[in-house]
């Protein structure tokens, strides 16, 4: 026997009434932060400045996620090339907008220097420092070359035949390979580096065997390395890699050389203070949030949350450290 019409229309109604309170909760406890209250009616944009599949690509992602609670619906848009360059020069010319946001780090400071960009992260505004993350240089899986010890007794006698896979020109990885150059006692200056965009181009080359070896993220390469496709042979941090406890790091393996990649979010120039308080404030409630621990532990990314003048002055030193690194091996 069906319900009467006068039964249903209220129970529908009293059932639409309760999602709409649900559906609405989330915003009216955002409306009240700072940044809610600076984007208003506006939405978040984040850009990745490389293409999907890299680090930059997944921190922007898992920031979408873990801000969502703050911000709602965030937008990440991904901007390709020249070490993230392009980007930044797309990114500039959004001078006071607090609603952009961009994701950078040491292969962008690297990249301003070997790619003379005529814009740098000077022209932003700094405003958190998130993670780090180690570099893991590996091999596919059939190559002859099985221990660290292999491949620096191949740089050693003939560099320029060690074909190394990596991201972009001035990047991380290039200063890592540069690093490890000048550690077996090779002249920087014959590397040969193959540099990518993006991480899926880097997998490719390094799946196919057309690189002697690959260097990259250690959350970039971990899943290939763990399913047995590649071979690890170190990683370049001061402590094995939580997502790789076996393989050792390159002191370990008796080279003196120790790297982390860093990644943080700037800001357009120009944004008043009042925008960058609230921007930081959101931005280091997201790098407290469960979901944002959720993700280090995932992706095996170090926690390296620095904000405020602190950031500013790292990422000073920064841009410093890279220029001599870059000039020792021949692209300063």
Same mark, same amino acid.
């Given at each position: 026997m069906r319900p009467s019409p006068a039964k249903v229309i209220p129970w529908v109604v009293a059932v639409?009434?309760?999602?709409?309170?649900?559906?609405?909760?989330?915003? &009216? +406890?955002?409306?009240?932060?700072? =940044?809610?209250?600076?984007?208003?009616?506006?939405?978040? +944009?984040?850009?990745?400045?490389?293409?999907?599949?890299?680090?930059?690509?997944?921190?922007?992602?898992? @920031? #979408?996620?873990?801000? #969502?609670?703050? =911000?709602?619906?965030t &937008?990440? %848009?991904?901007?390709?090339?020249? *070490?993230?360059?392009? *980007?930044?020069?797309?990114?500039?010319? %959004?001078?006071?907008?607090?609603?952009?946001? @961009?994701?950078?780090?040491l292969i962008m400071v690297g990249a301003v220097k070997a790619n003379g960009s005529p814009v740098s992260l000077d022209d932003t505004t700094p405003l958190i420092r998130l993670t780090t993350d180690a570099e893991v240089i590996a091999v596919p899986k059939d190559s002859p070359i099985r221990t660290l010890h292999d491949l620096t007794a191949? @740089?050693?006698?003939?560099?320029?035949? =060690?074909?190394?896979?990596?991201?972009?020109?001035g990047g991380a990885? %290039?200063?890592?390979?540069?690093?490890?150059?000048?550690? =077996?006692?090779?002249?920087?200056?014959?590397?040969?580096?193959?540099?990518?965009s993006g991480g899926g181009e880097l997998l490719s080359t390094a799946l196919s065997g057309r690189a002697t070896i690959a260097i990259s993220g250690?959350?970039?390469?971990?899943?290939?390395?763990?399913? *047995?496709?590649?071979?690890?042979?170190?990683?370049?941090?001061?402590?094995r890699a939580p997502t790789l406890p076996d393989v050792p790091t390159l002191r370990e393996s008796g080279l003196d050389v120790e790297l982390d990649n860093w990644r943080g979010v700037v800001a357009p120039g120009d944004i008043s203070p &009042?925008?960058?308080r609230a921007l930081e404030q959101a931005l280091l409630e997201m790098a407290r949030s469960p979901k944002w621990r959720e993700a280090l532990a995932e992706e095996g990314w170090g926690d390296?949350?620095?904000?405020?003048?602190?950031?500013?002055?790292?990422? +000073?030193?920064?841009q410093g450290r890279v220029s001599d690194v870059l000039g020792e091996i021949g692209l300063g």
């Open positions: 639409l009434l309760t999602c709409a309170v649900v559906v609405t909760a989330p915003d &009216e +406890r955002t409306h009240g932060s700072p =940044v809610a209250q600076l984007l208003g009616d506006r939405q978040l +944009r984040l850009m990745a400045p490389a293409a999907p599949g890299g680090g930059w690509d997944q921190t922007a992602r898992e @920031m #979408q996620n873990a801000l #969502q609670d703050q =911000v709602g619906r &937008e990440v %848009h991904n901007v390709t090339g020249a *070490g993230g360059t392009i *980007g930044l020069s797309q990114f500039v010319r %959004h001078q006071s907008d607090p609603t952009q946001l @961009m994701v950078t780090g191949r @740089m050693h006698d003939d560099l320029h035949a =060690v074909s190394i896979a990596g991201g972009s020109a990885e %290039h200063i890592l390979a540069g690093l490890l150059a000048q550690a =077996v006692g090779a002249d920087p200056a014959q590397l040969s580096y193959v540099a990518h250690v959350s970039e390469l971990e899943p290939q390395i763990t399913s *047995g496709q590649m071979r690890a042979l170190a990683v370049s941090s001061a402590q &009042e925008q960058e390296a949350t620095l904000g405020g003048p602190e950031f500013e002055t790292f990422l +000073r030193h920064e």
